[in-house]
């Protein structure tokens, strides 16, 4: 039960999901967008805006007693309002006829002649839209602090993992996989703050046809008060029926999370390919194919990344619909509902795979010292350079020991040896230093310490 | 019934719509892209693979014709197929599991074994998406060329109808409404003609798990060109699992129709403006507010704002999602679903709209004729200053008559009254000739001519 | 001098601009992102590594004087950098094997030894990013903070100017100037904060190689913080080579800076339409056309409607660049450089734009009044619906009102007379009491009131 | 020399490149697109604007050579037309004004009086926008018609060379680099095709101010139609001052050229991954790092991939730049400039990398060999599995090997060994039955055939 008196549905059973949603719409997002949590969420408006009148005195208590009861989803079949709007191009004004109607039915005119008083249908349903994005929001937050979490824990356990650095699908040099990991979860810990500080500041909207409260004479401000307090959203300086910084900020955090998400499942794509095998996705009897027997596909990373790709995109369509003409726009404010929908759906379903994506993850401790050894000693190559340098300068080193590298390569020997038969090297370095300098594990840095500051600073935040 | 034996589901009833689809989906193309619509296509593109083992010589007759029994949309539950997916990360592999039970207990093992047999779960979604995809777009095409009809008859009707030609929202110069027309309906042809020529080119696909056709053996070759053939579809030179081409031409072609209904819709728009009143959405009980009972809103065009106001995103989307690794890739494929779906949907919805919109388009000749004379003739200050190339030379003209106009907008005096008191151009022009060069209707340069070769254009390319 | 010692170029002569940058690239952007500036935040980044050294105890700090020295852009060709980077795909490799020949040309191999030491390529291009990023949004901000100024003034001088307030381009209701533009300037401030807010966050970057920093041993900590501090650029908890979260906070913002820079001259250029003609771009010798002698095009809104559009996009392209791959990305990190460059000089040019057009704006009130009255009466539809509301009831009153102000319409009549001749309405109200309600100044709710708070946020928020 | 007997800039040197033209902006495409191109381009229109009213028999042919001789970009200052063109918003008014002063310097005032006579601003920009993407758009053929030649080289070279097919980034089923290469080498045959289909139908742009070529009087069409021919451009039906297929044609080809550059340019960076590494980067001193010296960067795939990024964000800005108001438009053409020459100059990069990297890769096929058997057999299951499949059903057959090759990969045995061992399977299947199976050349399918009808429809559609 909120504040309307009105119960929210919040906790109502999701609608069955589509043919591509189980791949595409995982998660609680897709539920909380379904045409019961709109239809909720703008009856939660209009049963709102009764209570703030009464609040600012206009009529009495009984009448929005009278309104709120009515103000139940299940009570508007989403298909008749949709079909209806055809002829006003928004679904508000169906429903406020069908919602009148019920109220005129049930508790007689008076009442019914109070519906949707002082309100324009924007106000209505941009109300329910930042009603809904908050709740889509805070469901993605959670979700990426538990991605967050998760990436705490593999930087803890790994702190100390080898494994290869790769710039540009090259291996490099060595880090760690703790730091892999807390590099992930310190970006997921940014943006689900961001993401909650989006929500958190989500207005009402209500400013009557033009934006002037024209309708409401001297209680405007104080119904607009009332209203935003009612709904447990904060109150807006000005109606911004035409400046949409709420829905831009929406998806831009959308963005944010998308990108991250992104990020870390293409690594985890590219550390399970077969030839790389440094992590697989654990969770048993799922990435099979429908014609390949032995296929462990990373599933999860997948779903994560079917996701993730269609962010950028529609980002774009809600910053191009953002030039609202005038007091109210003429075709850009329905050309963000499909978007800011499918943007909070794709977002929350990425978080969502992100998630099982990293509690089903195994490392593979041993392939990843395995693979460190591919390259004959290669990836220590800038260790010996930078030995070097105080002896020979920094570029000098750096082309003597790149030219050892390119002679390894080229006859498939390993540094070690090219270096050791080499005249200019060999002067300044004896076997063992060389050795030692071509243990990975000795050549980490900072990579420990990093993750010790990435993880106090989670503990800190959290 | 198809070439494989089974009903496609075009006729079937689309399911009710959402509480957005009525503004958002208008058309048919939802209908099409509903559930019921991909298990078809899914489970035609199945059957087909049947037979065209049959032609091959793979197995017998009556296998194929026990597994195309099956291959119906109604008896399988898209919720069901589509949570299932989530182990593997489609739609197909629960679809053929479910298919392959289906056949087994009605027909026996054998016919169940060579379910989906040489194909892997992209042959058949892609498959159906073209099938799907041609479908839309044909749908597409038919509401845009009756779009472009409509335009031809306004152009007919308003060859000589004088309205004011407007450049950066400024009056500029008379131009004629049947110009304006003839310039929508010949974009309108231009695009349905390439929608048309995408649609019939969406190829067939089918490689098997890696572009090889390696589980068909020796057949693989003969058993594409008979799939493709029981399709309908042309059969590609090539498996495309990682070439997506097809996927953007459909893109391509949504984005030029989208491009020309807003442009149309755009000016419509601006045309309605009650400072302009050119043209009225003429559809009545159409166009209220909720709040403001004189509001007659061009609710068409703004529906087909709506949608278009949606298309440059999922174009991009569906483009950058285009870099499909290897032989099949990791989330682009799946990236596609939905921006596909919805890029399609929203351009059906823009051209249903569009189409109601001209068809509905009241034009008000009299208050066209009446802006003509806002500007007190400063609309014809080109035709002055070309009056006087000849004396003066192109720029010194172009300057003096631009003085002119400045007086005559400073003083708010008529361009007549000034050009006549100007001692400079008085000396060139006498008063009747200006008065006839002030005439709008008599200043359409090639307008008539360039209407006419549009109409004959159009009628030879119908 | 900054405190490497070196001289930023920051107030150097930017390039000429081309052929299309006076349109395009207005303000100070394009300087600050001209390929000097480029080269000089490069290499301030390289003198800040060295005296971060020196900071550390790696080397005297006489080395760090030799190579800051050499640190001055006008010593470098970038068009011979730009095109020695085809080799090794960024031009940081070049320009540090040039920088460090001159260093040892003039200062001796030693110093020449330590330049670059401990970073890659990325390090120093991406702290030039940031350096140039933080610069160009200030610019931002600050033409941003202009605009609100003035749209504050103009809020304050037209509070009480009455004109038609306009949704889906249709006149709606009577509103304010003044809350139009303080609408206007209140967006322009959240954002202008929000800029400065992204622009003072930006982190240094230093990671070396692969973000382990392991070439500066156990310096590497030490060397960051003293690197950054040098910089005057926040350090980062983690190198994020391959995270990129300021890189899109920066698009981000630009993005909401484009997005309410393009809704203001959207609705400039529709409030200078010839048929509307309540504001004029009143520069002065500017909004000429080639050929038309009396146009007076909104050239400066024009101007910011040719940079917004270019926005969206460009956004959509950083975000798809976001997936960096493990620890230094093969693609994504180059794809980035020309969107953010054409984002930030689209921005800056835009806010530039929009300055002019606001500075230069001239308000016609005497034609808001007139354009009032071409509906005779109707803009006020609504209010006499909300005076029968009580009587009535909301939706009846609506109705009614409706039915006469179709009426109205179709008929051509005032609705004042069809009012009073209407049974049903006639009888509850008097000829006197519609004449008040027909004033439009008597009917803007709340919009002077909202007007003050607006304002009073402005004064508080400076 | 062309047509219009001014001399074409095309074999111009391009100016110098910035500091990251070598790695963004690679090929001619930037040279073709600069200052001085359009320039060019710009005057070569307003030359045949002359000629053609010469041919229509306006005014005599002496005052076209004298304006045509002046039509010379070099005697124009793009800096100084640029800054001019902030008063009007576009430089064509300029550069008009300065054409005219120097014809009327050399010529008199007879010829400089017809300078620019019928045009508009937009006739000149677009036309030269034209010209200048007809040009890019050629080059661009051509180096994607290049990069297909070395794919059929390649294809052919390796029709028997079997590598690891790859779905969802495992190792999947062997394949040849034959088909591989094929496969790129077909899409950029296709794709070249559309470009140069494209390309042909670019039309001049000539309409005048309105579109109506008003100041032509009777002559306009006459005009059109020789000023089309003198350019070399097909003849529009209508001025498409407003209506932008043309500008969206263009985009939607480097649209699809970047896509399946980026194919291609991904499947190499990531074949040229150090745990892969079946393909190299094989030019000599290219791909080294600042810091590594072993690093072999593929420099030029990546150089593909920052160009490729790049374009799906650009072909939505176009796209979103659509909708022109009326006869001419509101910000939205000046909005295209950027994005058109952004995009074209990155398709141009894109397919000048794409064909370094084509031209330089190194097939290491022995590696190939050896990453086939990094699954020990897996990569046969589905043969195996399909081998069964007469005796077992499809079905039953998956599932049996899927179990075998999980007690392979969890066992780390051969799945040789595993299947063997099975009682089920090893009652159907003998030892040297398996052995052969396991074989991966005996498991290409089509593949061979494929590449060999690829092979020929490249040479029969050169």
Redesign the interface.
Known sequence: VNKNGTTLSESATPP?????????A?GEVRGILA?AG??QAMLDAEAALCRAQVDAGLFPAAYADAIAAECRAERFD??V?????????????PL??AL?ANV?RAHG??P??????G???QDISDTAAMLLSRRALLVIAAELTACAERCAALARQHQHTVL?????????????FG??A??WG??LD??AGEVRRVAAGLPAQLG??????????DH??SV?AAYAARLGLPEP????H????PV??TA?VC??A???A??V???V??L?????GEVHDG?P???????????????A????????????????????????????????W??E???LQ?LLV?TGSAASWLRDCLDTLEVDVDRMRT?LE??HG??L??????HL??S????????L??A???T??ATGRD?FDVVVADRQIGALLDAATLRRLLDPAG?????P??VE??LQ?HEENR
């Open positions: 069955p999901g589509g043919l591509f949603d189980g791949v595409l995982r045409d709109w239809l989403p298909a309002i949709g079909a209806d709007a055809v002829s006003s191009g928004n679904p508000v004004i406020v006829r009148t005129r005119e008076r019914a002649g109070w519906v949707h008083h309100a324009t249908s290869a650095g790769r710039t540009l699908l090259q291996q490099a040099l060595p880090t760690t730091l892999k807390a590099g310190h970006a940014e943006v009557g046809a033009a934006g002037t409260l024209a309708s409401l004479g405007g401000l607009l300086l000005l109606p911004w035409s400046h949409r910084l831009l900020r831009g963005g944010l998308g990108a991250v992104g990020k499942a293409g690594d794509v590219l399970a390919q077969t030839e790389v969770a009897a799922r990435g099979g194919s429908s014609t390949l027997p032995h296929k462990q596909n990373p599933v990373a997948v779903g994560v990344l079917a996701a993730t790709g269609q962010i950028p995109g529609l980002l774009a369509s809600l910053h191009a619909a953002a030039g609202h003409e005038h007091e109210r726009a003429a075709g850009s329905q050309a509902w499909a978007p499918a794709a693979n591919l390259t290669l990836l190559a800038e260790r010996i350079a930078t340098t105080p020979l300068g920094r570029l000098a080193a750096h082309d020991v790149e050892a590298a390119r390894a390569i540094l050549y980490l840095g900072s990579a310490r990093l500051r990435a600073h």
